[in-house]
């Protein structure tokens, strides 16, 4: 299992959260009482690109108020929606292929309810979506001789 020498190849992707305060007129159903917000984290391909040639799987692990805080999906669209009432970080574990033999990659991503200047009480009212969202690259160093061929489409 040669590896390529000195070569690195870097995959783009985007992870990040989207939320938005319940529709007080129309509240999911099966909401807690003292939630506020709808959210979504994900990890993608940019432009929605499929990633899942080199990405096999993504492990969330969300705050430990949440039952089975430990979110793994195990096929696009990588995401894992909920409601809550708070921010908090957001441990993102990236797995990777078999024949890449990578080990997975950790980040964090801090989930975003509040839009900044939420004082402000028309924002409120127009219930906006939030959006935190980040362009990242992982890089392969080195990688085996048959994930260099998975990624370079070899
Ligand atoms: C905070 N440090 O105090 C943060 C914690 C926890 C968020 C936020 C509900 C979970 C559930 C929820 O939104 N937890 O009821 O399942 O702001």
Known sequence: NTEAKGVSVFRPFVFGSEAQPFDPENRPANAPPDHTHQWRVFVKGVNDEDVSYWLR??????????????????????????????????????????????????????????PYGNDIEGKRERREKVVSQNYEEVIFNEPVEQFYDVLTGG
Do not use: C, D
């Not at 195990?74 to 033999?101: A, C, M, N």
């Open 57 to 114: 799987k993504v492990q969330f692990k969300l705050h430990e108020t949440y039952a089975h805080s430990v979110r793994t999906i195990e096929q696009p669209p990588f995401e894992v929606t909920e409601t809550g009432w708070g921010e908090f970080e957001i441990q993102i574990k990236l797995y990777f292929v078999p024949e890449s033999t990578e080990k997975p990659q950790t980040l964090w991503h801090s989930l975003k309810l509040h």
